[in-house]
């Protein structure tokens, strides 16, 4: 897809880039009322920050600009659609008012934003990037490409207007990666499966401040992270599918974390379309293509870049990120050899890249599992009987191959676990669903398969350590509050 915001005309940018250099300048001068005067002019950044597609030298920055200082935190709620009424036709959304009037809408406004960004928290070292334009046409969304950073950096940062006063700018930081051959101790974490109306707190879910209470140097964000057929309220139009994203990612509890940590964004079914969706399907006029452009704006991700990538996180790690929804066949095909989820090239992509790493640890996080178990009646993922051939495929490939240092963590399931293949060995970690009130759905522990099973919220927690001439992986599974309720780990003379 190509990144829809306008290039900015070298005049424009002359123009700007002057002004901006000039609204320092003026914004110094002014005096307290006339700064008051120009922050409440706006426009602002209610959604604040996010960075991702964090690797040892780039990063993106993702900023929006709004009309209001805040989300529309008084606006209508639209009640949630019953389990069994069937979900929105076209144009019935059960949305009577405008979207701007709904509860937690952002609405966007044109304006201009640059980033300043150093190593330095006061910024006095500050590189400062091209101004970009946001409008309509980019849902007032500007992404900023940071190219050559220092590995194993923290960089701060302050997304600011051009003659806005500095106060309005949002500030935060991140974590760039090891270089590929540099030692180094880590911890990421991963989370899954955030619903809006049971998050559990009205500022946003508990895992968030438990995940930045352990610090970790980024966190991967594993699909599902809006629900789209929620029915609170569906989103049969590309309007109010972006409504999703601005009612969720305007809660302060997801500002505070997202702008403070480096993220990778993977969608899943329902941040896509609706339910175990794929290519080809709709929801009222909404439909799975307009899907899969609006999740490549509202997350930091490359404009034109595969779906599917791998980083390197120093000498001892190195992440799969899969996609699951663009490659795939339909769930009713008869199951083959032909039938996949990750596609021809994603699949040799992912074969190639695994057995050229020399990296002491690797993963896969993957926003559906490839172990389960999984319910019967399900046919969306390498755990159900409808994607064996394929799941075979993979889990007898990594036994082959990567059959000590290899582990698959999943989104997608609203339960906690690490089980084990029975046949194959192949571990897998369910990160497990964002609150406790979003946890369901667990055929029931199964001893064939899980080390551990609980169906609650929570996140994971992994950790790597290096012990003389070994390095340590540890996995922990956590509540929402940031309590272990389990661990398992391994290590490798490296
Ligand atoms: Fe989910």
Redesign the pocket.
């Known amino acids: 897809m190509k990144h829809p915001s306008r290039p900015v005309t070298r005049r424009e940018f002359v123009a700007s880039s002057s002004a901006a250099v000039a609204g320092v300048t003026l914004v110094t001068s002014l005096t307290g009322t006339q700064a008051q005067a120009a922050e409440a002019a706006g426009p602002f950044q209610a959604m604040g920050t996010r960075v991702g597609e964090v690797f040892d030298s780039t990063a993106i920055v993702w900023t929006r600009l709004t009309a209001t200082p805040t989300r529309n935190n008084a606006g209508v709620v639209v009640p949630k659609r019953a389990n069994d009424e069937p979900k929105r036709g076209k144009g019935d959304s059960k949305v009577s008012v405008p979207v701007e009037q709904l509860e937690g809408a952002c609405p966007g406004a044109p304006g201009r934003v640059r980033v300043r960004y150093g190593t330095r928290e006061d910024l006095s070292d500050a590189q400062v990037t091209e101004v970009k334009a946001a409008s309509a046409d980019n849902d007032f969304i500007c992404q900023f490409k940071l190219a050559g950073l220092k590995p194993g950096t923290v960089y701060h940062y302050a997304s600011e207007i051009p003659g806005a006063p500095p106060q309005a700018a949002v500030r935060g930081k991140f974590e760039t990666a090891l270089a590929a051959g540099a030692p180094g101790n880590l911890r990421f974490c991963v989370m899954?499966?955030q619903g809006y109306a049971d998050r559990g707190h009205p500022d946003g879910h508990f895992i968030y401040p438990s995940m930045a209470a352990l610090q970790p140097q980024f966190t991967c964000l594993t699909g599902?992270l809006v629900y789209y057929d929620s029915g609170d309220p569906d989103a049969v139009t590309a309007r109010l599918a972006r409504y999703h994203w601005e009612r969720m990612f305007s809660l302060p509890r997801l500002i505070e974390f997202n702008r403070q940590h480096s993220t990778y964004w993977l969608k899943?079914d329902?941040d896509t379309l609706s339910n175990d969706s794929g290519p080809g399907a709709s929801m009222g006029e909404f439909t799975f293509a307009e899907g899969q452009a609006i999740f490549r704006q509202q997350a930091p991700l490359d404009a034109d870049g595969p779906s599917y990538r791998t980083i390197r996180w120093g000498r001892d790690l190195q992440l799969w990120f899969t996609d699951g929804r663009d490659f795939r066949s339909k769930n009713k095909m008869a199951d083959g050899p032909d039938k996949t989820i990750w596609g021809v090239e994603q699949k040799a992509w992912f074969k190639r890249t695994v057995q050229e790493s020399d990296a002491t640890w690797k993963v896969l996080v993957s926003p559906t599992p490839l172990v389960g178990p999984d319910r019967k009646n399900k046919r969306d993922n390498h755990a159900n009987e409808g994607f064996q051939h394929e799941g075979d495929e993979i889990r007898n490939w990594l036994k082959q191959h990567v059959p000590e240092n290899f582990f698959v963590i999943t989104g997608?399931r609203?339960w906690q676990y690490h089980s084990v293949h029975p046949e194959t060995g192949v571990a897998e970690f369910s990160a497990g669903?964002a609150s406790d009130q979003h946890a369901s759905g667990s055929p029931g522990e199964n001893p064939q398969y899980h080390k551990f099973h609980r169906v609650k919220g929570g996140f994971l927690a992994v950790t790597l350590q290096r012990d003389g001439a070994k390095s340590r992986i540890l996995f922990e599974h956590r509540d929402v509050m940031g309590k272990v309720v389990y661990s398992w780990q391994k290590e490798r003379a490296v």
């Open positions: 899954t499966c599902d899943d329902h997608d609203h669903p």
